[in-house]
């Protein structure tokens, strides 16, 4: 230990006479003063010679090993960055600069029910961990967000367990049997953008989604997500008097979703509409009613994207968040178009726990996040590690602790490979408060107060402003 103090009080000597170079403001900025220097090193060594503690903030920011903590290890890293020179990048996690698959500056999120607010009470979204994220990105953009992709399927599996986002479960015609003729799909089909869909191959059969009130008047465009695959049919957005709502540009064509000859399948979305165009409910909110052709092939829709400005000056947030989403289960279309924003927040891994063991163990998990690095290292993409795989029930024969153990482990090497920020949400909250704050009481789904918590850990990761009254 006196040799370790020796080395460091050498060290504060030499960076008192290093330059005070002002290198960009970002991860190692432990005094928050806007730059990383020297004086960042000394804190961070002074903290560590007297046993300091460190505030949460301080960590993200200064473990550069991403092992939950600041030590030697990353004083090394700070040191011999700031000796030999080396600029400590700036990372601004809500302000994009670079575009996604749809030529947007775009913010992903990417989770499973945990994200989508499964368990929290009403009113969703505004309780699920998601909609505080997006309210911090928003406030950081000067109020103005784009909500991009969102899953054109706004429930969970049960009927009491109803989850909406942006828009209100959709009504649609049914059969004389009184079953829908738009059906919930969740086999992943390998190129759609989520592993849910609402598909239909019932001529004329239509279903809508109302636009939740609270986002009416937010709200401008709208552009509906759908999926291409052979021998696929048309649809049109109907205007609720036999005609169609014109795009944009004037178009009321069908949407053509058969893939042309020796195509494979993939996900596409269509021009913009006006919400203003569309027809109204009884309480005067738009309407977005999707009609199929007069064929029996089938039509396949993934998601709607809302829009108050399609300009090169937006910024756009997509949740990629939909109940039993796990890593193992999404295709590489869904990969390519997540890794293609400038901000992933990463928040899979406990349904690959959970569901998938024996996968995980066999090194399946891995070679997926082998995958996630270089696309996302292709693209130039910041990510943000969401660790949500808290407890599990472990088996007898320890394949799920073991599944979790490399999960868990995986998450961190993602981050710290990509040299993002890793968010151990077990460890910052821990099993008796998850288990506290749990209303459906079963150890996944945190409450309404759980999920504040939850989003408070990635709010401040991302350096933006919590504010305490948001519902």
Known sequence: MKRFIAVCLTLCLLLATAPMTALAAGKGDINNDGAVNTMDARSMLRALLTGDSFTQQEIWWGDYTIDDAIDTADARVLLKSLLGGEAVTSVNYANPTTENYWGERAITLLGDSISFGVGASDPLPETSYVSYVKKAVQAANGGNLNYGFTSAYAGHWQPNNFAFELHSWPT????????????????????????????????????????????????????????????????????????????????????????????????????????????????????????????????????????????????????????????????????????????????????????FADRVIAGEFAAKIDRMIALCKANGTKVIVNDVTWHQDFDAAGKILQAQTIVRSELRRFAREMGGIYINQPALLGQS???????????????SDGMRLVAKQVVDAMGLTWTEDWT
């Open 172 to 355: 649609h015609s049914v059969f004389s049997d009184g079953t829908p003729q738009w059906i919930c799909d969740n086999i992943d089909k390998g190129t759609r953008l989520t592993s849910v869909a609402m598909i239909s191959e019932s001529p004329w059969s239509w279903i809508t989604y109302k636009l939740r009130e609270a986002y009416a008047s937010e709200y401008e465009y709208f552009t509906v997500y759908y999926h291409v695959e052979p021998n696929a049919a048309h649809f049109c957005i109907a205007d609720g008097n036999g005609g169609e709502v014109p795009d944009i540009n004037g178009s009321k064509a069908y949407i053509n979703t058969a893939a042309p000859d020796g195509v494979s399948e993939y996900t596409t979305r269509t021009a913009f509409y006006r919400l203003a165009d569309c027809p109204k409910d009884e309480n005067g909110l738009p309407k977005i009613t999707i009609c199929h052709d007069g064929t029996e092939s089938p039509v396949s829709i993934t998601g709607i994207g809302y829009y108050k400005d399609i300009t090169d000056n937006g910024v756009t947030f997509n949740s990629f968040t939909r109940g039993g989403l796990s890593l193992l289960v999404l295709s590489d279309t869904v990969l390519q178009q997540t890794a293609k924003s400038d901000t992933l927040i990463f928040a899979l891994g406990y349904n690959d726990v959970a569901s």
């Open 433 to 447: 408060i998850l288990d506290d704050l749990n209303t459906k009481g079963d150890g996944i789904h945190p409450s």
